[in-house]
């Protein structure tokens, strides 16, 4: 094969083109990447080859390999807005004031409404959900949306995969004064929405070099800023530091669902998360496994693909829109077994 980025024809095991005609091609690696890799890291040279091949420098590989949340866990500073977000909420929090989640009727709204739902509850609160109908409101925050959660008594929104493009929708929402922190991952304009903060590693602007996340990664590294805001204030002397470790299974969840690029950070928190999956403690996901038939035991990313997301997408196709984020939020094994069964059918 020639080196310098050009793809050739390969002839493995006789075998040179498809069935159809169409000729294999080896995808291009420099070879002195290739053979770092052989050498830094004890690998046989087709693996080595593969890791070259898909972009992973010399000093990227062991990190590709194991990789670790010390490794590769961002600054959440480095994130347009997060700290600002973070102080907005525990302002929220702390004050008594009502705080609801708007999320996306997907997998990764699902999901990222569960983490911020779990990190409430055990700070003591409550967060109410919000998922519009995808058949009767579409997609994201909407005026009249704002409007049913203003005359609910909320005070703030957290929106959750979504909302980075409802400029008109969040500015109604601060006419009728109603705040809102946008958590969003979707590309979006120069100009963002005019509200309390808008955290999203694609908008421009933002230096965090996380772009490949999902809202789910996103609300991750939120939690870790709300942890560090919270400790500042001394928030966490009569109560334990929420451990986000145990969560991760729900950003891999996301972060697999969404099919999303998986390196660097993003990659651990896969990788990381379905070790943590594997465990089968969070009752939503349990109960999906069990009816769809499985047996528990080490999850894969061809589970969450597979098995579990396409159920907990179901809902959004029934006109059932929160039945995934009711899921991945319960603790009650008998509230996840029902909701289970309703989007297996």
């Not at 703030?156 to 969040?170: F, N, Q």
């Not at 939503?284 to 597979?306: D, I, Q, R, T, Y």
Request: with cysteine; hydrophobic share 50%; aromatic share 6%.
């Amino acid at each position: 094969m020639a080196d310098g980025g050009v793809a050739t024809a390969v002839n493995f095991l006789g075998v040179s083109c498809s069935l159809s005609g169409r000729a294999w091609l080896q995808r291009p690696a420099e070879a002195e990447t290739v053979r770092a890799h052989m050498q830094g890291l004890g690998l046989a040279e087709p693996l080595a080859r593969a890791l070259a091949a898909r972009g992973v420098t010399a000093d990227q590989g062991e990190d590709f390999l194991s990789p670790t949340l010390r490794a590769l866990f961002p600054d959440p500073s480095s994130f347009l807005d997060m700290d600002k977000a973070a102080e907005v909420i525990l302002d929220a929090l702390t004050a008594g004031r009502s705080i609801h989640v708007f999320a996306d009727y997907d997998v990764d709204g699902a999901s990222s409404a569960a983490l911020l739902v779990r990190w409430f509850r055990a700070m003591g609160a409550d967060l109410p959900i919000y998922v519009p109908d995808r058949l009767t409101e579409g997609y994201g925050p909407s005026p009249k949306a704002f409007e049913t959660l203003k005359a609910s008594g909320a005070d703030l929104v957290i929106t959750v995969d979504c909302g980075a493009a409802a400029v008109e929708a969040v500015a109604h929402a601060a006419a009728i004064g109603l705040k809102v922190v946008v958590v969003d991952h979707h590309l979006m304009r120069e100009q963002p929405p005019a509200c309390e903060a808008v955290v999203n590693p694609n908008r421009p602007g933002c230096n965090s070099g996380q772009g490949n996340l999902a809202a789910a990664g996103v609300v991750f590294v939120l939690l870790a800023a709300l942890n560090r805001a919270a400790r500042a204030r001394g928030l966490f002397a009569a109560r334990a530091e929420p451990d986000l470790r145990q969560w991760l299974d729900l950003a891999a969840l996301g972060a697999i669902c969404d099919v999303t690029a998986l390196n660097g950070f993003n990659r651990a928190l896969a990788a990381l998360g379905l070790k943590v999956m594997s465990d089968w403690r969070n009752p939503g996901l349990a109960a999906l496994l069990a009816v769809a038939g499985m047996e528990p035991g080490p999850a894969k990313a061809s589970h969450a693909g597979f098995i579990l997301g396409p159920r907990i997408n179901a809902g959004g196709r029934i006109g059932r829109a929160d039945l995934g984020a009711r899921l991945l939020s319960t603790d009650d094994p008998a509230e996840a077994a029902r909701i289970a069964a309703e989007l297996d059918a």
